[in-house]
């Protein structure tokens, strides 16, 4: 096959955005009418999506509804903060949810109504969240690892309050560890599934939230937090290494990210850890400052004299990071326009795959087009599917996962573990995302947007 010239440069030619939208087509075909399970309205999850995405009440008050629910205790609360919270919204919903509002707290339809909520939040919760511990997450893993995708371990858990809770942190990610490490090698579905790809050397991965570590964390206690998080980092890199285990940072806010990527780079950087195979970082496509960040993770790379992993991502505080900024009359971190942060995606794939020697490049995204470039880009470079991979959300994507894979390509699940309590906060922020109205699932699973303006080339909007 003849390769189609593609500049270095902030544009592509238009044969190779042809070759883009075509192979983004083959995926959209073998889409057909599957949808994941959190868009499927046989069950309560499902319509509760879809009143979420048509109903902006309902969406609003439901979600304040989910975030104070753990600290619910007995059906009275429920129901009272179910009458506060839905008994507008619910008239335009569905009889069945129209009856359990605007209910005696103390009367037996509160009961059921909490029953109700309860196990519908539940249900929620288990499309997004694999188990509540490394034992319990066992069988969804093995379930992925037959689907032939592979998997990163995330522990649920925000900002801890007191040692003791970072401390019961760092405790669960070396049992965790000890897990999987034991169990996963056994399968005989843990061989590689692209045999010689780097991510595939071993089949356990974690991924970890740094600022869980230390209750203290703070970025006006910068220089304490990072010898902290160090230390942390440290005890959790040895173990993996012990257990053969691959790790990614995750990136956070980006009050904390500095010291994120300071505490990777003191980690990594140690003549301990120079052998540590293709340590992962986190890069966040919608930050203004992300193509700088991307070259001083280059030089590091260059500096500790063997690659590393880093996962390209849109971004999951952007709601956040705008509203801070408004309040404190700040410029913005991130872009604006969602077209921009996505077109900054592909300008960030260019770099990632042009230094690959460097780089283990893992392309984060549910969107069509963003991971159809990647490959398209990555094979006129004379790259093959062993020098890259695809990540994507458990319970969000799999089938579009499917299809990459069935092309060839390494897929990994991002697949979170943790109680309900803990797992709120990220349960929360997966439902605003997937009923966001710019989100690509839902345009691709509820909307059914045009194909081609699905796949059409983003541009910087300001």
């Excluded at 096959?1 to 983004?24: I, K, L, Y």
């Excluded at 260059?302 to 705008?322: F, N, Q, S």
Aim: aromatic share 10%.
């Amino acid at each position: 096959m003849t390769q189609a010239h593609v500049p270095s440069s902030s544009t592509v030619s238009d044969s190779f955005q042809t070759e883009v939208v075509s192979f983004g087509k083959q995926i959209f075909q073998q889409l057909g009418k599957e949808q994941p399970g959190a868009f499927n309205k046989n069950f309560w999850s499902g319509r509760i999506m879809e009143w979420s995405m048509t109903q902006k009440d309902f969406k609003t008050n439901m979600f304040r509804l989910v975030d104070v629910l753990p600290s619910l205790r007995n059906s009275e609360a429920i129901a009272t903060h179910v009458n506060e919270y839905l008994s507008d919204a619910a008239k335009n919903i569905h009889g069945l949810v129209e009856w359990g509002v605007n209910v005696d707290p103390k009367g037996l339809r509160a009961k059921v109504t909490a029953l109700m909520v309860k196990q519908s939040v539940k249900q929620m919760a288990s499309q997004f969240i694999a188990g509540e511990t490394p034992e319990g997450s066992l069988k969804q893993i093995r379930r992925l690892r037959k689907l032939q995708l592979a998997c990163t371990v995330d522990l649920l858990g925000e900002y801890c309050l007191s040692e003791k809770e970072a401390q019961e942190y760092l405790k669960r990610y070396m049992d965790a560890l000890v897990v999987f490490s034991r169990e996963i090698p056994k399968w005989k579905e843990s061989e590689p599934l692209i045999p010689g790809h780097p991510g595939e050397s071993s089949a356990v991965c974690i991924s970890v939230k740094l600022s869980a570590l230390y209750s203290q964390c703070s970025s006006l206690n910068a220089k304490r937090s990072v010898e902290i998080l160090s230390e942390r980092l440290f005890t959790i890199a040895r173990y993996a290494q012990q257990h053969g285990a691959l790790i990614y940072c995750d990136a956070e806010d980006t009050a904390h990210n500095p010291m994120i990527y300071q505490v990777f780079q003191n980690v990594f950087g140690d003549s301990e850890f120079r052998n540590f195979p293709y340590p992962g970082i986190v890069l966040q496509a919608y930050l203004k400052d992300s193509e700088a960040r991307l070259y001083e993770l280059l030089e590091f790379a260059k500096t500790r004299g063997a690659p590393i992993a880093v996962r390209l991502v849109k971004g999951a505080y952007w709601d956040m990071e705008t509203v801070l900024s408004q309040q404190n009359n700040w410029e913005s971190p991130v872009f604006s326009k969602k077209e921009s942060s996505d077109a900054n995606y592909e300008k960030l794939t260019r770099i990632l795959l042009e230094n690959q020697q460097h780089f283990l490049p893992a392309f984060g995204s549910h969107n069509v087009r963003s991971l159809s470039f990647a490959c398209c880009y990555a094979k006129h470079l004379g790259l093959t599917p062993a020098d890259f991979e695809l990540q994507m959300l458990y319970g969000m994507a799999e089938p579009i996962a499917r299809a990459f894979q069935k092309q060839g390509y390494l897929v990994r699940l991002y697949v979170p573990l943790g109680e309900l309590l803990p797992g709120m906060g990220y349960l929360v922020r997966r439902l605003l995302e997937n009923t966001s109205n710019e989100s690509f699932l839902r345009h691709t699973f509820f909307d059914s947007n045009e194909i081609e303006t699905l796949l059409a080339e983003p541009t910087f909007k300001g």
